[in-house]
């Protein structure tokens, strides 16, 4: 089964752009499979969806984010990216990368990274 | 867009006893596409069920889930000292296209 993690800067600031990478190992995120996707959790609250990329590059993004939000490919390094312009302190948030499986067309996230602590301040 | 509900919010039960817990769609969600995770503290969310009733790779058989439209149940016939933890739901909306999660069931030790 494919792994992921999370990678990236802990501290941005407010007004800045949060830039996330995941890395994919134990499988080849060109192979189809799976909507390589980023949700997040505030400290102490639920979980957003942030949205996803497929490896052709084709992209969806959660409506409510979408005009900030930014997510990339690149097949040669086997990862994918976030960027999320013009963060505040509401930003701030564990950041997970998971891999969303339509096998059978049943819709779930597994597997998914660790996570990573983006915290929004000066 | 469709939002989740779960009941309760805390559940406080002890090891051995059977754990009920409630997702409330705010309109009819397909069955292919509700799924249910746990999520202990520091950890990130794994899957548990998935396609209402479908158990993911590696998970014991006392956790079922059910369900159908607007109301899905995820149950754990005997608590296990591990199965104390939080617990999602999430579903896949065609209009608009999105994924959301519930606010979570809390089951810890009474």
């Known amino acids: 089964q494919v792994q992921l993690q999370e990678s990236g800067p802990g501290l941005v600031k407010p007004s800045q752009t949060l830039s996330l990478t995941c890395t994919v190992s134990?499988?080849?995120?060109?192979?189809?499979?799976?909507?390589w996707s980023w949700i997040r959790q505030p400290p102490g609250k639920g979980l957003e969806w942030i949205g996803y990329?497929?490896?052709?590059?084709?992209?969806y993004y959660n409506p409510s984010l979408k005009s900030r939000v930014t997510i990339s490919v690149d097949t040669s390094k086997n990862q994918f990216s976030l960027k999320l312009s013009s963060v505040t302190a509401a930003d701030t948030a564990v950041y997970y990368c998971?891999?969303?499986?339509?096998?059978?067309?049943?819709?779930?996230?597994?597997?998914w990274g660790q996570g990573t602590l983006v915290t929004v301040s000066s | 867009e469709i939002v989740l509900t779960q009941s309760p919010g805390t559940l406080s039960l002890s090891p051995g006893e059977r754990a009920t817990l409630s997702c409330r769609a705010s309109?009819?969600?397909?069955?292919?596409?509700l799924a249910w995770y746990q999520q202990k503290p520091g950890q990130a969310p794994r899957l548990l069920i998935y396609g209402a009733s479908s158990r993911a790779t590696g998970i014991p058989d006392r956790f079922s889930g059910s369900g159908s439209g607007t109301d899905f149940t995820l149950t754990i016939s005997r608590l296990e000292p591990e199965d104390f933890a939080v617990y999602y739901c999430?579903?896949?909306?065609?209009?608009?296209?999105?994924?959301?999660f519930g606010p979570g069931t809390k089951v810890d030790i009474k």
């Open positions: 998971a891999s969303g499986d339509y096998g059978d067309y049943l819709w779930r996230f597994d597997p």
């Open positions: 134990g499988g080849s995120i060109s192979s189809g499979d799976y909507y």
């Open positions: 999430q579903q896949y909306g065609s209009s608009p296209r999105a994924f959301t």
């Open positions: 990329i497929y490896y052709s590059g084709s992209t």
């Open positions: 309109q009819s969600v397909s069955s292919s596409y």
